[in-house]
Antibody, heavy 119, light 110 residues
Framework: QLQLQESGPGLVKPSETLSLTCTVS??????????WGWIRQPPGKGLEWIGS???????YYNPSLKSRVSISIDTSKNQFSLKLSSVTAADTAVYYC???????????WGQGSLVTVSS | QTVVTQEPSFSVSPGGTVTLTCGLS?????????PSWYQQTPGQAPRTLMY???TRSSGVPDRFSGSILGNKAALTITGAQADDESDYYC??????????FGGGTKLTVL
């Protein structure tokens, strides 16, 4: 059974960089059939796609976040990671990692990780 | 930037039928956007209901159906049950690796 688990600091200071890692178990992240993405949800608000990465390192980002986002993949550890720079309180959210198809069918999700931006 | 639109809220009676829609701020939704639908209850990760417009995800009851209605994607729930009370999100594939979530619809069953 495929499982995804987010990990990283739950508290980040304003202007610093938010870093999260998603560990995948039960399947290889090197599968050519799937993409690996990050989605976030501010408290009480909707879901927002942040970006995704393919096993070969090709990455795709939400245009509204592109200047601050970097997603990387480590196939040897079956992990992929998110970095979001220059964070503000508006970046406070539950961050989910997920697997999806080429055409944006998100089929497996992590449980989510709450990241609060505060001094 | 393209905005994906959904009704902010909807209400349905138990046993009733409701259709939630997913549109574009500019243009029409077609199967080429591969619309998918997700159900989310408070504190939980989203659950996949529908993908490629009208394909039900594994384990999703057949009272959930997907379609294109006019210029929007649609999710229809037939015979609504109390545990269908959730937030529903659509996602559209915009091409070039870009996914866009709709703002979500809060469905109340009462």
């Amino acid at each position: 059974q495929l499982q995804l688990q987010e990990s990283g600091p739950g508290l980040v200071k304003p202007s610093e960089t938010l870093s999260l890692t998603c560990t995948v178990s039960g399947a290889s992240i090197s599968s050519s059939s799937y993409y690996w993405g990050w989605i976030r949800q501010p408290p009480g608000k909707g879901l927002e796609w942040i970006g995704s990465i393919y096993y070969d390192g090709s990455s795709y980002y939400n245009p509204s976040l592109k200047s601050r986002v970097s997603i990387s993949i480590d196939t040897s550890k079956n992990q992929f990671s998110l970095k979001l720079s220059s964070v503000t309180a508006a970046d406070t959210a539950v961050y989910y990692c997920a697997r999806h198809s080429e055409h944006s069918m998100f089929d497996y999700w992590g449980q989510g990780s709450l990241v609060t931006v505060s001094s | 930037q393209t905005v994906v639109t959904q009704e902010p809220s909807f209400s349905v009676s138990p046993g009733g039928t409701v259709t939630l829609t997913c549109g574009l701020s500019s243009g029409s939704v077609s199967t080429s956007y591969y619309p998918s639908w997700y159900q989310q209850t408070p504190g939980q990760a989203p659950r996949t209901l529908m993908y490629n417009t009208d394909t039900r995800s594994s384990g999703v009851p057949d009272r959930f159906s997907g379609s294109i209605l006019g210029n929007k994607a649609a999710l229809t729930i037939t015979g609504a049950q109390a545990d269908d009370e959730s937030d529903y999100y659509c996602v559209l594939y915009m091409g070039s690796g870009i996914s866009v979530f709709g703002g979500g619809t809060k469905l109340t069953v009462l």
